[in-house]
Structure formats: structure tokens, C-alpha cells
T-cell receptor, first 111, second 109 residues
């Protein structure tokens, strides 16, 4: 998975609980992305980063925030998890913003 | 409405047979089109990437075609193998990429 790890790989949480997902890369790529994947929708971009402390919103950013204080780490935070945020979350990296390399995914269940 | 539509949603073929997956898009502006393979429980892996000026791109037994005029692409898999069982995802656009929902391919012995 191109030097990308995601943690945790699985998480079960309750509605209203804050949740933070971590994406770590060892490739020194500039761009990092967070996606969610749901049946019938394909991957949808939540947020992305084009450098340390440089982030922007994607297609489905409501209810999510991100931070990137180091090149290698990109954090996705659900401030107050809802059942609609139950999904599989993928992190991706890219050197130039072109081809993306995806991590193994995190399965999140919000009860 | 999704700007990238893939068909069929699912497909079952016998090992050794060929198949073709379709992708129609309305994304604009168009920069490039990519096909990804996603094995169950894993992240997508890039198969091919084509710009608007390219008509065909091959990667082993995978051949992608692109018609930028009709905004259609296809992925042809030759002599399928059991390991080809996966979801195949079409992705269109520059940085603000739009993903299709994918075609789930099952190759049976």
C-alpha cells in the first residue's frame, strides 16, 4: 500500500462521540486526501491537503475537520459522530496531485 | 446525479473469458480519466491513466479506451483470471476527481 498506514483499521463508537482517524505516510508525498466509501456512491472526497497546514474541503466535508501539522500525518476528526458517518474511510497520497495511492482503509461503525 | 456512471454494476464471467466494463461521464472540465482496481477489503490501485488526447492505454491484460467526444471510456480485460475478481472504478477529472460507483467483477473457475 505504497507506504501508507491508517489507524485504527476498525472502530466502533457511539453517536455523539468524537473520533479521530490517522493517516501516516513514509513517501514524503505533498498531497494527502481523505475519502469515504459507501455502497452505491463510490469514493467521495472529504478533505485534502496540499502541504503542511494547507487543507481544503472536498465534496462531503460537513461534520469533518482535518489537520496536517507534519508532512507524514493527516488526521481526520469527526467532532460528534453520527450514524450517517458509518462508512469505510480511505486515505490517499500523491506526489504531484496526479495518480493517488490509497491506504488500506478504516471501517467505522457509529451506533 | 453522479457525474461518472459505470455499467454494469456487477458482472460474472468464467475464467479465461474476456469482458468489457463501461464508464460514461459528464465531468467538466476534463483533464484525465483513470481506472482503478479495488480488491475486497483493500484500497484502490491505479491501472491506467489517460489524458483527453489518448485513445487507448494498455497495462498487461487490461486495455482502456477513451472517446473524449462522447465522454465514454471502457476497460477491456483479456483472458480473465481468478485474481481479476474485484471492483473496477472509473475516476474522472483533474484534482477535484469524481469517482464512479464501480463495477463488481467476479471471475469463476
Amino acid at each position: 500500500d505504497a507506504g501508507i498506514t491508517q489507524s485504527p483499521r476498525h472502530k466502533v463508537t457511539e453517536t455523539g462521540t468524537p473520533v479521530t482517524l490517522r493517516c501516516h505516510q513514509t513517501e514524503n508525498h505533498r498531497y494527502m486526501y481523505w475519502y469515504r466509501q459507501d455502497p452505491g456512491h463510490g469514493l467521495r472526497l472529504i478533505h485534502y491537503s496540499y502541504g503542511v497546514k494547507d487543507t481544503d474541503k472536498g465534496e462531503v466535508s460537513d461534520g469533518y475537520s482535518v489537520s496536517r501539522s507534519k508532512t507524514e500525518d493527516f488526521l481526520l476528526t469527526l467532532e460528534s459522530a453520527t450514524s450517517s458517518q458509518t462508512s469505510v474511510y480511505f486515505c490517499a497520497i500523491s506526489r504531484t496531485g496526479d495518480t493517488q495511492y490509497f491506504g488500506p482503509g478504516t471501517r467505522l461503525l457509529v451506533l | 446525479k453522479n457525474q461518472v456512471e459505470q455499467s454494469p454494476q456487477s458482472l460474472i464471467i468464467l475464467e479465461g473469458k474476456n469482458c468489457t466494463l463501461q464508464c460514461n461521464y459528464t465531468v467538466s472540465p476534463f483533464s484525465n480519466l483513470r481506472w482503478y482496481k479495488q480488491d475486497t477489503g483493500r484500497g484502490p490501485v491505479s491501472l491506467t491513466i489517460m489524458t483527453f488526447s489518448e485513445n487507448t492505454k494498455s497495462n498487461g491484460r487490461y486495455t482502456a479506451t477513451l472517446d473524449a467526444d462522447t465522454k465514454q471510456s471502457s476497460l477491456h480485460i483479456t483472458a480473465s483470471q481468478l485474481s481479476d475478481s474485484a471492483s473496477y472504478i472509473c475516476v474522472v477529472g483533474p484534482n477535484d476527481m469524481r469517482f464512479g460507483a464501480g463495477t463488481r467483477l467476479t471471475v469463476k473457475p
